[in-house]
């Protein structure tokens, strides 16, 4: 199958056994290169009609004990790798604040606005702490082990921290195929991979997001950030957008090469550079899961979705990524040569609401979510044996940091709920958090019973884990539409 457009062909072929799409130069662009990427079936796809039909028991889940595995942190002395941290990329924050203000009002709607500023913002930490969580944290539950119980991130956490919405499709990062591209997916994705296209011509390698900011955002710089201390940083400041211009005075003038260049119609030019400033979001600081540095393609189709209003659950992938990144640190022998990537900043916030480990000061102290928690040289400083102490101790640790309105006797999921109280009924739910980044399928346990305390619950002694098959697609589905489902008539007695 093929399909032209005005600058390139997209053609799906297969080679030794594998389906790849090919963006192949216009016959009058001699000196083109084709571009060639692997396609892989959407999760969807592979499943059956009936796959998460069913009532959501899992009786298996406590028929075999748990198998705990024995290595933990080996290399003590190592530099702890920190793959995925959110850190200062030229024009991004420029890019950012161009795309807060054209497109405040569709952000808003779409509950990704809070989620956007707080990229606008660097997250500072005590390394210290960090390899003390690894020491401290069990793969097999998900769980941070203090002397006074266990601890965790949850859902909630990272919706509150993001106000990402919690319903929506399964985060299933693919590359699609010509066929899906042409009748699926909007126009605005299209654009995305010609634009991808043209800067992989005369590279060898994937392009960076560098590479990809500058291509799509040609405003002026004016922040920079560096990691030597004696050198000045200008960081964006928080009240920064009330100082900026209406959107009212943005034009397309400085873009309009660049939307002649794609073919990009005028009435798409808002949406493929919403996608575009999407993509590079996803790839930097939502979901920095693998190719660390580099725009990944199989965004595509998924930051498109998102700019024309289709909803993703981006909060239970964040948190597998960041079960997944802690669970490959925990587990290695040698930390120090590598680790997982994950957006460990989420884990910088979570680590300064509940251990106390920030100096809030100002205005900070007041502003949404995480970017309460932002800032350089704000993070508390800890000594290897002071670090490992507040953790496993537990001392100090904010045990009802996810209770919400004490006023109410119950809350039942009657279709009507706010979206904060959804959030906390999904997060009270035990099941599996999935995404997808291509070949990789990611599905971890989650279960809030084993820290419920922080629900303002009483916690149990926690039945035990049985998690011996890989996952698969079907499975991934299932659990995600278990997890989420909506208007389920269960109620829930909230702690008085």
């Given at each position: ?71 933990f942190l080996l290399s003590t002395h190592a530099k702890l790798p920190l ?173 309009q090469a660049i939307f002649d260049e794609l073919g990009v119609a005028t ?230």
């Amino acid at each position: 199958m093929h399909a032209l457009f005005k600058m390139v062909t997209f053609v799906d072929k297969i080679t030794s056994g594998r389906r790849y799409l090919h963006i192949q130069p216009n016959e009058n662009d001699a000196d083109g290169e084709e571009t060639k990427l692997p396609v892989r079936n959407p999760i969807t796809s592979l499943c059956k009609p009936d796959c998460v039909r069913g009532p959501p028991s899992l009786p298996w889940w406590s028929k075999e004990i748990l198998k705990i595995g024995e290595t933990f942190l080996l290399s003590t002395h190592a530099k702890l790798p920190l793959h995925g941290e959110f850190s200062y990329k030229p024009l991004y924050w420029e890019w950012l604040e161009d795309i807060l203000v054209r497109c405040k009002d569709k952000l808003t709607t779409l509950h990704l606005f809070d989620a956007l500023y707080a990229s606008l913002f660097l997250y500072d930490r005590c390394s210290n702490l960090i390899r003390a969580v690894c020491e401290y944290w069990c793969p097999e539950t998900n769980t941070l082990h203090t002397s006074k119980g266990e601890v965790s991130l949850s859902i909630f956490d990272i919706y509150s921290f993001l106000g990402l919405p919690i319903s929506g499709r399964l985060y299933d990062e693919v590359v699609p195929t010509q066929r899906e591209l042409a009748s699926k997916l909007p126009l605005s994705c299209t654009y995305l991979f010609i634009a991808y296209h043209k800067l992989m011509q005369g590279r060898k390698g994937k392009p960076t997001i560098e590479q990809w900011i500058s291509f799509w955002f040609w405003g002026c710089s004016k922040y920079h950030a560096s990691k030597k201390p004696d050198q000045d940083n200008r960081i964006p400041q928080l009240g920064i957008l009330s100082l900026l211009p209406d959107a009212g005075t943005r034009g397309w003038s400085d873009y309009q090469a660049i939307f002649d260049e794609l073919g990009v119609a005028t009435g798409q030019r808002t949406e493929t550079f919403l996608a575009a400033f999407l993509s590079c979001c996803l790839c930097i600081f939502i979901l920095p899961v693998r190719d660390a540095g580099c725009i990944r393609p199989s965004t595509f189709s998924i930051a498109s979705l998102m700019a024309s209003g289709v909803g993703y659950c981006l909060p239970t992938a964040v948190l597998a990524s960041i079960y997944k990144g802690l669970n490959e640190l925990s587990r290695s022998s040698h930390p120090g040569r590598g680790g997982g990537h994950f957006p460990i900043h989420f884990l910088y916030a979570w680590l300064a609401k509940n251990f106390d480990a920030y100096e809030l000061i100002g205005e900070a102290s007041s502003s949404p979510g995480m970017v309460k928690f932002s800032g350089l040289g704000r993070a508390k400083s800890f000594q290897p044996e002071e670090a490992r102490e507040l953790i496993g101790s537990g001392r100090g640790f904010r045990w009802h940091s996810s209770v919400i309105n004490r006023h109410r006797e119950t809350l039942v999921d009657d279709g009507k709920l706010s979206r904060a109280d959804f959030a906390y009924f999904v997060s009270i739910r035990s099941s599996f958090v999935t995404y997808r980044c291509e070949d990789n399928l990611s599905m971890e346990h989650y279960c809030p019973d084993r820290f419920s305390r922080q629900f303002d619950f009483y916690q149990d002694v926690p039945a035990d884990l049985d998690f011996d098959n890989l996952p698969d697609p079907e499975a991934m589905l299932r659990y995600h539409h278990m997890l989420t489902r909506y208007g389920t008539g269960s109620q829930v007695l909230l702690p008085g």
